[in-house]
């Protein structure tokens, strides 16, 4: 049973010119998707850049404005909610950020940092919170004497570690993670991912895992949603996306990771070649003068278990 139900969501950015400087146009980052969310599944959120990953994860906990479109927790519609900050979402939804290093406040302590939901959410007196916060510390590896450093003091792994505790600091229930370890070197990230699905097991988290690296959402993510140009192309579990890809774009994306020997690169680029050419004779309006791809129709059938939730506001 899913906890969290997106409809339909929109997000679009005015772009403003002229000499009144009106709006002349619009940004359509997240145009109409829909999805799910199960306790202690882990989502994946995949495209290339610009594709509106992180605008669709902003506008879930509320940091994005939502044009149109519905979100609903635990069946109340909370869509737009962010402002009333005691309300149940806002403390079951957490976010974690690529870029750990400026999400938290240099000016700051860590146990001041990992304060803040709690002093949000949480009535607790002084002395519960100072062992609620070395209780987090525990949890994320890091010494009780972190609590009185600033984050200037930490690497990279250890900072990405310190918002994990902030995020998990008030039990939250869905844990959305922005391209959360890209900014860390490969030993440190695995590291990260190995220790993010632990608390997920311990804690029954679910994560909606942004990336726009195909072999970490392998290795974290139970479904995937394909995301281009603010609509899902393909949603299926990892192993239709990884097994049997539908849409051009998931094959392009897939063949696209590097590795495998090179007999490998080279039959998965003569796959890919052939795809496209079928692709192509099939949907000739998506190809400009150029022969690239402009625009890609959602797929009419999608994998079975995600069929329902494709995008409803595709062309
Ligand atoms: N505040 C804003 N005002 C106007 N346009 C915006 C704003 N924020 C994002 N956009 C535009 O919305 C689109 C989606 O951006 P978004 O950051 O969600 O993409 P993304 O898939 O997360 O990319 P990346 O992987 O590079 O972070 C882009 O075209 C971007 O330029």
């Known amino acids: 049973m899913s906890f969290i139900q997106i409809n339909n969501l929109h997000v679009h950015y005015p772009v403003r ?19 799910e969310f199960e306790k202690g599944k882990t989502y994946g959120l995949v495209g290339e850049s610009g594709c509106g990953k992180s605008t669709t994860g902003k506008a879930i906990i509320g940091l994005e404005r ?15 909610k962010r402002r009333s900050r005691k309300s149940a979402f806002n403390r079951d939804v957490q976010m974690i950020f690529q870029d750990s290093h400026s999400s938290l406040n240099p000016r700051k302590r ?14 607790l007196t ?7 916060i070395s209780e987090l510390l525990e949890i994320v590896g890091m ?14 792994g250890q900072k990405q570690r ?31 991912l190995n220790f993010m699905k632990d608390i997920q ?5 679910s994560y909606l895992f942004i990336s726009h690296d195909l072999g970490v959402v392998k290795h974290m993510c139970d479904h995937i949603s394909i995301m281009y140009k603010g609509r899902f192309v393909e949603i299926g579990t990892k192993y239709d996306i990884y097994n049997h890809p539908q849409h051009i774009y998931t094959k392009r994306l897939l063949s696209a990771i590097p590795g495998g ?33 402009f625009d890609l129709k959602p797929i009419s059938k999608t994998h079975s278990v995600a069929a329902a939730s494709i995008s409803k506001g595709g062309k």
């Open 126 to 132: 002084p002395k519960e919170e100072e062992r609620k």
């Open 110 to 123: 860590v146990k001041d940092i990992i304060a803040e939901p709690i002093r949000n959410f949480l009535k």
């Open 66 to 80: 939502i044009t149109s479109g519905s979100i609903f927790y635990e069946g109340e519609n909370v869509t737009n």
């Open 162 to 192: 310190l918002g994990i505790a902030r995020a998990i600091a008030t039990n939250p229930k869905l844990i959305i993670a922005d391209e959360p370890v890209s900014a860390l070197d490969l030993s440190v990230q695995a590291q990260v």
């Open 143 to 156: 010494p009780e004497d972190a609590k009185f450093k600033y984050p200037h003091e930490f690497s990279g």
């Open 261 to 293: 020997s090179p007999i490998g690169r080279e039959k998965r680029k003569r796959e890919r070649i052939r795809v496209e050419q079928h692709y192509k004779a099939e949907h000739k309006n998506y190809f400009d003068e150029n022969d690239r791809v």
């Open 201 to 205: 097991n311990e804690f029954r988290l």
């Open 17 to 35: 010119g002229g000499f009144f400087n009106s709006v002349i146009d619009q940004v359509y980052a997240v145009d109409g998707i829909s999805m």
